[in-house]
């Protein structure tokens, strides 16, 4: 890539909400409950900031000040934590609570720095630059002139890792910190032009990530393994139709929980990626389901192990 990215190099897809695909992945998600009710409330607000001036015109006569300063706050959210542990999906389709919520269209631009951080010498810089440039100019023709927008606009930007390298770092390559700069110059303007506009971040490496850009965060949403109740949830949701007894799923809780000495268990990725795909590849093409192969695969598979944060 050479010059300006253009916008097709810039975002390898855009998605518009409401759909009903994204929709349906957001209620398949197990246990984010409070986090996709926070990323809500706080996406719709930059669309309706009269929401809330509303809101305390009916419940809280006197909060003015109050209601100011949860609109100041800079549009960005970060979601936090574990290897597959659903941040990609909830950013891609949180977009169509939004949209049915304030009944207007939400866009999404993802754009991901995965094997950006390593490319050229200020291609990231760049990159990030115009994936805001290009924001903030859709946004700005969905501003209206009171009360709501005509519809919204998220920038996603996914496999932040290499942002989250804080700037205090004495490693931190100086491609690194110039687009750390970038993405804070860009958050600001969003910010300060009051635009129906918002900056989902994900990362692996909260404890890296940079003061300033968590600083900016009006939300820092954090995301792990699931417990034995979503992966329960998991399991049940794909297996119980099938006609595995409650007991036969109790067995796959526990063989993809932590045992063995092993401290953590499966991931949410691990589940629905890898070990319900074996299980149904083992019975393909000539058997039916077998509840007690299901058990010994998921005993024979190890989980992801967690990422582990190192010094930046
Ligand atoms: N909370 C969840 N409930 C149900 N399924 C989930 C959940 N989280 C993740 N998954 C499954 O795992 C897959 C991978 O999730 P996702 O891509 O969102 O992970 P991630 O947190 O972005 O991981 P990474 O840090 O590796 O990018 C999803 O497509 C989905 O099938
Ligand atoms: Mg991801």
Known sequence: MSGKPNLDDLFERRITYPDFEPQERLARLVGLDEHKSRLTKMLALLVNPSGLEAWARKHQPGA???VGSVLRRPPLVVLAGDVGSGKTELAETIGDAVARQEGIDVTLF???LAT???GRVGEMTQLLSAAFEHTAAEAAKLKSGSGR???GTILLVDE???LAQSREAVQMHHEDRAGVNAFIRGVDRLGNGKLPAAVIMCTNRL???DPAVKRRAADILIFGRPDEIQRRAVLAGAFEQLGFSPAQIERLVAATGARDGRPYGFTFSDLTQRLIPAIV??????RPLDPRRAVEIAEGMGPTPPFQETAA
């Open 207 to 209: 404890g890296a990530l």
């Open 64 to 66: 003015a000040a109050l």
């Open 160 to 162: 932040a890792d290499a």
């Open 116 to 118: 950006r951080g390593e």
């Open 281 to 286: 590849l083992d019975a393909y093409p000539s």
């Open 149 to 151: 927008a005509r519809g």
């Open 110 to 112: 993802p754009l991901s």
